[in-house]
């Protein structure tokens, strides 16, 4: 399965807004229309083109939130301060809109699921996105996610990981800015002992994606493979940085 | 910020490289020139400047420098003593 | 014809067209751009050569440096990835007074840097009070990021040739493509006549 090339020359596509639905106060799930589209793998993401009406084009690279789904490809945006596209993505772009896609792709940072054991998904931020496609067709794969976020408000897709707790993913969050009154969870950064609590056995063999700044993705591939996980069970995403 | 703060990751050039080389690429395994270690295009140190920067995770030497203009790519690969991919 | 994305704009801000070369656009922001790690060359192991086709090897250490001659630039800046910024503020050594009393037959340089950077210009665009080695920005020591501890300033060309961690240069009888001028980037580069790519 490892390097298995997908042949022919990718371009870009239209994409068409369906819909515009917002996560938290400064992330927006944005669903696209995509003629044409092959499908996708849960941890792939895709180029995003826009052109103004001057001709002037912007290009940033967003993961897919949610598994394939025929010609529907839903991509979740956190609006980045200052930023060229996320702004217009967030605040602006409403359905009807079109812009481009390219893509899928990523075949590094990908997990189907038929990839045999446990699964641990280390989330950043953002970098929660192309693991929430993991989870959301994970069936019936013993999963653990470990989810840094700075608030409570900051937290993506909230509400659908506390159902998919209830119905058996192993959720942990850690709130490292400030945590709700009463709150009895973790509230520090993601570290070698937060790991070691909350990730399966290395002798399991689990695979790990992590996702987020990269200082965050540094900081944990190296703590997972200080704990005795083998460096090539341990995918990584590096998004670029955004305000602390 | 520190400097590692500004890296990403291969995986950043998954569609430039997949619209160069028609293949999925960040699953392609380089050895690189310099120190001779491989491993996946995934997991190089990219770096976005007046091009991409690929650069080694173990030396920082240069894999790859790519340059886009419209349609036209420019990559320099010399930094890659090889790249292996499964044959389609 | 590419889909128009109704009403993106970008960051763009509007400015007058003589200070803005054409495609260019004007960012409140100073973007930072890196093509590697960024160095952390302690100031006790900096020093500043020139190098080449000379007469003799010419060297500065730090406190060399910084007893020059130092110039205020104010001047706008084009970076190819389409970004001016306009009016920024430096301090330095103009490169005049560097090459003053080098005794060359080149007609060309190539500034080196730590990390390995390399760029290539005509000697004739390092001088004449067109270009400098500069220490501060903004009135402040240059941050590492932006190419601190000094940085090679060339405002008239596009932002590439003005090489970050810059250590020296060495003057050469023909044109070097340097890091990006061998990999399609301009080997002159100039932003008012869009000299962005071989072949421009």
Not at chain 1, 54 to 61: I, K, M, N, P, V
Not at chain 2, 1 to 10: E, F, P, R, S
Request: proline share 7%; with cysteine.
């Amino acid at each position: 399965m490892a390097g298995a090339a997908v042949l022919g020359r990718l371009g870009w596509r239209t994409a068409t807004i369906a819909d515009v639905k917002p996560e938290t106060p400064r992330v927006k799930t944005i669903v696209f229309d995509v003629a044409g589209w092959p499908g996708h793998r849960a941890g792939q993401h895709v180029d995003v083109r826009l052109t103004a009406d001057d001709g002037y084009q912007a290009e940033r690279s967003y993961s897919i939130a949610a598994p394939a789904d025929g010609e529907r490809v839903e991509l979740t945006v956190e609006n980045v301060d200052d930023g060229e596209v996320s702004p217009y993505l967030t605040e602006e772009a409403r359905a009807g809109d079109e812009l481009e896609i390219r893509g899928p792709v990523g075949g590094y940072f990908v997990w189907d699921a038929d990839h045999p054991g446990r699964v641990l998904l280390v989330g950043g931020g953002s970098g929660i996105v192309p693991l929430m496609a993991m989870i959301r067709q994970r069936g019936q794969v013993p999963t653990t996610l470990l989810y840094s976020a700075r608030t409570l408000e900051d937290v993506i897709y909230r509400e659908e990981l506390e159902h998919l707790q209830r119905d058996g993913l192993d959720v942990v969050l850690t709130l490292t800015r400030s945590q709700p009154e009463g709150w009895t969870g973790h509230s520090r950064r993601v570290d070698t002992d937060l790991l070691a609590e909350v990730a399966p056995p290395p002798d399991g063999r689990p695979v790990a994606f992590v996702c987020g700044p990269t200082p965050f993705v540094e900081a944990v591939a190296l703590a997972l493979v200080e704990l005795g996980h083998d460096p090539g069970l341990v995918k990584t995403e590096r998004f670029g940085p955004t305000g602390t | 910020m520190k400097a590692a703060d500004l890296a990403l990751d291969g995986n950043a050039a998954a569609g430039i490289l997949h619209a160069v080389y028609g293949a999925e690429m960040t699953v392609a395994v380089g050895t690189c020139d310099a120190c001779a270690s491989a491993g996946p295009v995934g997991r190089v140190r990219l770096y976005r400047s007046a091009g991409l920067v690929l650069r080694c995770p173990h030396c920082d030497a240069v894999l790859m420098k790519i340059v886009t203009a419209g349609e036209r790519v420019w990559i320099d690969s010399r930094g890659l003593r090889t790249l292996e991919l499964a044959a389609g | 014809m590419p889909p128009i994305s109704r009403g993106f704009r970008g960051k763009r801000r509007d400015a007058p067209a003589d200070r803005v070369p054409p495609g260019q656009y004007v960012t409140p922001d100073f973007p930072v751009l890196s093509a590697g790690p960024t160095p952390r060359r302690p100031l006790d192991e900096w020093d500043f050569t020139i190098v080449g086709e000379v007469d003799e090897l010419h060297r500065w250490t730090w406190e060399a440096f910084q007893a020059l001659p130092r110039e205020t630039v104010t001047a706008d800046i084009h970076c190819v990835t389409r970004w001016s910024k306009l009016d920024t503020s430096w301090e330095g050594v103009s490169v005049d007074t560097l090459l003053d009393g080098v005794e060359t037959e080149a007609e060309y340089a190539t500034a080196f840097c730590d990390g390995g950077y390399t760029t290539n210009l005509p000697l004739e665009d390092l001088t004449g009070g067109k270009a400098w080695v500069a220490y501060t920005y903004d009135g402040e020591p240059l941050d590492p990021e932006h190419g601190g501890p000094a940085r090679l300033l060339v405002p008239h060309l596009y932002f590439w040739k003005s090489a970050k961690w810059v250590r020296g240069l060495s003057l050469t009888a023909t044109d070097e493509p340097g890091f990006w001028e061998s990999n399609g980037y301009h080997l002159y580069g100039d932003p008012w006549r869009e000299q962005r790519y071989w072949g421009d």
